[in-house]
């Protein structure tokens, strides 16, 4: 009988545990054992194994967060990291490892892959978006909706006050979550990484100035990526209370938009995913990610998916940026 890992790593993201358990129901068909490792590839390294069997699997996939837990682990960087985990996988008799996670958790993948005999696969999951080949990653879309949630409970008190608000989203230095925020949220201005060059402090307050004295009567909402303004949201706010005259208030919505229940299109992913890296190691493949294109599944070598840049869909920048400016266009009409 055949033997799979499987850790999460980096980041958690909404809908990891779905995918867990659709590696361990299809691997079970399969004939083939599941052990899981707590704690990413810190977990291989100091053994915390778990062994993983269909019946812990009937009530996860609702939840949030990994139950395999995660972790930082920049030892996993050298080679001595990845020799070891690679003995504590033999001694298992382990055959095939499944790495869920991010980029970061990507490239660990590759450098265990160089080291160890095993498969290993990568299936997709953090909220930021930010691995190309796939063009979806476990996680996102629940991260947007909480954002965009976030967002409308803010326009409400805002819109009743008249307010201005910066609102920082996640995203690492991505922009995904940003741009699928800003839209859904009807934001007024958008500030992601990929969109160079940056605006300046004075356009975005002369922005806010003239909506503001078009129509006093209403909010105004800036989505602004994590990493990008020096000093954060509340940094940007100060400056651009100083340069309109009017108070902005900056709010960073942090954490909450990694939490939660994931939402149906990131438990169908998930699970897609899932299975599709066990039928994956049933024929043979090694160093590869499982992702989804235009709906159907794609195996990618896993380190075209951090070398590469994955650009942001310019019809959905075209799309914010035109109904920004009919927003205004509308306000001062
Ligand atoms: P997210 O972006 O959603 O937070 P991530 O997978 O990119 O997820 P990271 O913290 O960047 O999160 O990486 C996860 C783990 O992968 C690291 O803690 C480390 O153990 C391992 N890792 C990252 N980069 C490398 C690398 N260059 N070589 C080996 N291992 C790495």
């Not at 995904?176 to 605006?199: D, K, N, W, Y």
């Not at 503001?212 to 706010?237: H, K, M, T």
């Not at 939402?263 to 043979?284: F, P, T, Y």
């Amino acid at each position: 009988m055949k033997k799979i890992a499987v850790i999460t790593s980096g980041g958690d993201a909404p809908g990891m545990n779905a995918c867990i358990r659709a590696i361990v129901l299809t691997a079970y068909q399969h004939g083939m054992e599941v052990i899981g490792f707590r704690h990413g590839f810190r977990g291989i390294v100091e053994d915390l194994n778990q062994p993983l069997h269909p019946n812990d699997m009937r009530l996860v996939s609702q939840r949030g967060g990994t139950i395999l837990l995660s972790s930082r682990y920049p030892e996993f960087k050298q080679v001595s990291a990845a020799k070891a985990a690679a003995q504590v996988l033999d001694a298992h008799g382990i055959g095939a490892l499944v790495v869920i996670g991010g980029d970061g958790s990507f490239r660990g993948a590759h450098h265990l892959n160089q080291h160890w005999y095993g498969q290993v696969i990568g299936v997709p999951g953090t909220i930021d978006n930010d691995l190309a080949g796939t063009d979806t990653t476990i996680g996102f879309t629940t991260a947007v909706d909480t954002a965009m949630e976030a967002i409308d409970r803010i326009r409400e008190t805002a819109e009743a006050m008249a307010r201005v608000f910066v609102i920082e989203v996640m995203g690492r230095h991505a922009g995904f979550i940003g741009l699928h925020a800003a839209i859904a949220g009807s934001a007024e201005g958008m500030l992601v990484p990929e969109l160079e060059p940056q605006p300046k402090l004075a356009e975005i307050a002369d922005n806010i100035k003239r909506a503001r004295s078009a129509f006093p009567d209403s909010s105004y909402i800036v989505v602004v990526s994590e990493n990008l303004w020096p000093g954060g949201v509340s940094q940007l706010a100060k400056e651009l209370t100083q340069a309109t005259g009017t108070t902005c208030h900056a709010a960073p919505l942090g954490h909450i938009q990694r939490g939660g229940r994931p939402n149906a299109q990131d438990r169908i992913l998930s699970m897609q995913l899932g299975q599709a890296a066990v039928h994956a190691i049933i024929d043979g493949a090694s160093g590869h990610m499982i992702g989804v294109e235009q709906g159907h599944v794609v195996e990618v070598p896993i380190h075209l998916t951090f070398e590469r840049d994955k650009p942001l869909d310019l019809r959905l920048v075209n799309l914010q940026r035109g109904l920004q400016q009919l927003n205004f266009a509308s306000k001062v009409g």
